[in-house]
């Protein structure tokens, strides 16, 4: 990997955030792409990009969609213009989505050495605030790094339904987003880990890196199961009280 002096001499690092949104969100429940489904109000990935845009440190936001994804402007159309890009590049697995939106910042000017916040549409309670935090931690460091938090519950492994053993839950962390990374290295990372990791971490740290762990909220939680709607709506509404 580059030395963060090399990727810098001469050059202030933008920060720019990618959103992949080109699931359908299967685990839901929802009848369509779960992004789009109405939260206090709001499409939810409404709430996420309205969150990035309250950032000043980021130069622009980049939504990926999926090539067929004709619902966007429709739902989203405050969300358009100099700060908050759209490119309907999304494929067959996260991974490719993402790499498929770094192609497209760097055919929109950024370079090696900017800095990219990948981030989850569906993680719709971010905070300004976090996003600020996780920046102000990283922007020094050689890696990068990612939100996350420590874990407080029992971890058990399963066999066929039981319990196979209980791991212990020191120094375990479940990752959030953004995952925060240098475009010139998250680039090859995903290249050389292929299709099935979940996260960008995971990519680098496949090249042998370690990724920053930055502590965030509970609330940065992704609305993944048919339960995880009502309790997302819950807190939404409680914020705008």
Same mark, same amino acid.
């Given at each position: 990997?580059?030395?963060?002096?090399?990727?810098?001499? @001469?050059?202030?690092?933008?920060?720019?955030?990618?959103?992949?949104?080109?699931?359908?969100?299967?685990?839901?429940?929802?009848?369509?792409?779960?992004?789009?489904?109405?939260?206090?109000?709001? %499409?939810?990935?409404?709430?996420? =990009?309205?969150?990035?845009?309250?950032? %000043?440190? =980021?130069?622009?936001?980049?939504?990926? =969609?999926?090539?067929?994804?004709?619902?966007?402007?429709?739902?989203?159309?405050?969300?358009?213009g100099d700060t908050c890009w759209v490119a309907r590049f999304g494929?067959?697995?996260?991974?490719?989505?993402?790499?498929?939106?770094?192609?497209?910042?760097?055919?929109?000017?950024?370079? %090696?050495?900017?800095? +990219?916040?990948?981030?989850?549409?569906?993680?719709?309670?971010?905070?300004?605030?976090?996003?600020?935090?996780?920046?102000?931690?990283?922007?020094?460091?050689?890696?990068?790094?990612?939100?996350?938090?420590?874990?407080?519950?029992?971890?058990?492994?399963?066999?066929?339904?039981? +319990?196979?053993?209980?791991?212990?839950?020191?120094?375990?962390?479940?990752?959030?987003? %953004?995952?925060?990374?240098?475009?010139?290295? =998250?680039?090859?990372?995903?290249?050389?880990?292929?299709?099935?990791?979940?996260?960008?971490?995971?990519?680098?740290?496949?090249? @042998?890196?370690?990724?920053?762990?930055?502590?965030?909220?509970?609330?940065?939680?992704?609305?993944?199961?048919?339960?995880?709607?009502?309790?997302?709506?819950?807190?939404?509404?409680?914020?705008?009280?």
């Amino acid at each position: 990997m580059m030395s963060q002096n090399n990727y810098t001499v @001469g050059v202030q690092p933008r920060c720019y955030a990618l959103v992949p949104a080109a699931g359908i969100g299967s685990r839901s429940g929802a009848e369509g792409p779960k992004q789009y489904v109405a939260l206090a109000g709001r %499409p939810m990935i409404a709430h996420t =990009l309205s969150a990035l845009a309250r950032v %000043p440190a =980021l130069a622009a936001t980049l939504v990926v =969609l999926a090539p067929d994804d004709d619902l966007f402007e429709a739902a989203l159309p405050e969300f358009k213009g100099d700060t908050c890009w759209v490119a309907r590049f999304g494929g067959a697995s996260r991974a490719e989505t993402v790499a498929n939106g770094l192609a497209e910042l760097l055919a929109r000017g950024a370079q %090696p050495h900017d800095w +990219v916040l990948v981030h989850d549409a569906a993680r719709c309670l971010l905070r300004p605030a976090w996003v600020e935090r996780l920046i102000s931690a990283c922007e020094s460091d050689e890696v990068g790094g990612l939100l996350a938090q420590p874990l407080a519950d029992t971890l058990k492994a399963s066999n066929q339904g039981r +319990v196979a053993a209980t791991i212990s839950r020191a120094e375990k962390w479940a990752a959030q987003t %953004p995952q925060m990374f240098r475009l010139g290295l =998250l680039m090859p990372a995903l290249a050389h880990a292929g299709e099935s990791i979940t996260d960008e971490a995971s990519a680098v740290e496949a090249l @042998g890196h370690s990724p920053l762990l930055v502590e965030c909220s509970i609330e940065n939680f992704k609305v993944t199961w048919p339960e995880d709607f009502a309790l997302a709506e819950r807190l939404l509404q409680s914020r705008l009280a």
